[in-house]
């Protein structure tokens, strides 16, 4: 009863704190930390990838920079309200009325009237699959009285989880300076959503629900398309860009990605598989012996895209195109071949590689060979750059070189900050 008391105090007091704020003073000045860390010219692109069970984060990049979390914000909203149906505070036949406040939200929406209301059940399936901006107000006036209060109760249980980047101010994640997260946190708050309430993460997997005569499909376009993949949510505000955050199991393993700053859906979701797929492979391959992490090539354009190609289907520019994913990691060299000519030892010289890339297609590992080929070709000079292909994905590879040129070369990409692995003969 004093846990509860205190918690609903603290939120009361984030609630004011929000509400005053927003009057008085300017969004950054509430967070100071954050303050024009978000410019224009900032890069929007952050990931992560974790292993749900152990937690253990196989790949980072920027992921402890603010972030806008458009619509992922609806797992936090969700997450507390498996809560109270765990707790019977809550029950799937329940009524949620919705407010003229609620009926005002923009798109995307039910589009449920101001005085009418749905089921819990309901508006659980229409945040989860259309991301209805409308159902996410009208359960957080049920559950918290107001929307800004159920916003200070989201912060204050971000913060309980460990989400010490977080900050909420309404439920749905639409656009505000204020609300913002880094993916990280989303990977926390994933992990909490699996771990906490097994039974009620099915909603997350839902490819479609029907409502009042409608069919509803889900905005993650990976469920149903990549095998294993059974949620979480997309976002999209032009501020954050096209985010995701995305599970999927293989081999009894379950790996959490999250990308933020996509721009487009469809760049986001291939690099989203890329970065599962390849999680994946690292995971089965440690379970080899192997040493092994997840890399990112590091050649990637550092200015903003431009626009948004194509009209959103939620409510981004972003800087993802080059983005790449790799293996790295070199085995242990084996010993040289020695052959024996005319009663003398001679070391054979030994046709070795270097690997410096895995791609999707042929032209994008013939691109990565010519970016090498310019910016290192006192390097890769002499050397035969091709892409192998391996079932779906084509190898970009730099053949004929001896032990220590490979191994040279290998050396001034990684200074470069270009992942690499070199590979001896068969």
Known sequence: MIQHARRLFLALGLAATTALGSIATPASAQIPY???????????????????????????KHADSPRYPASITKIMTLYLTFEALASGKLHLDDRVMVSPHAAAQAPTKLGVRAGDSV???????????KSANDMAVAMSEKLGGTESRFAALMTLRAQELGMQNTHFVNASGLPDSRQLTTARDIAILSRAVMRDYPQYYKLFSMQEFRFRGQTIANHNHLLGRMPGVDGLKTGFTNASGFNLAVSA???????????????????????????????????????LGEKIVVAQNQFEPTELNGPVVRAPVEQGDGDQDGLKIQLTGAPAAKAPKIEVAGGRATLTKAKWAVQVGEFRSKTDAHK????VEKKFADHVDGARGAAEKEGRR????????????????CHAMKAKRLACMVIEPA
């Open 368 to 371: 990565q060979i010519a970016l």
């Open 394 to 409: 084509y190898k970009a590879v730099f053949t004929g070189l001896s032990e220590a040129d490979a191994k040279d070369a």
């Open 34 to 60: 954050f303050q024009n860390l978000l410019a224009a010219s900032q890069t929007k692109y952050a990931a992560i990838v974790v292993d749900a069970k152990s937690g253990e984060i196989l790949y980072a």
């Open 119 to 129: 089921s819990v059940e309901d508006a659980m399936d229409g945040m989860a699959t």
């Open 249 to 287: 199991v293989r081999d009894n393993r379950r790996l959490i990605a999250v990308v933020m700053g996509g721009p487009t859906t469809a760049q986001r979701d291939q690099n989203a598989e890329d970065l599962l797929l390849t999680g994946f492979d690292v995971m089965r391959r440690r379970g």
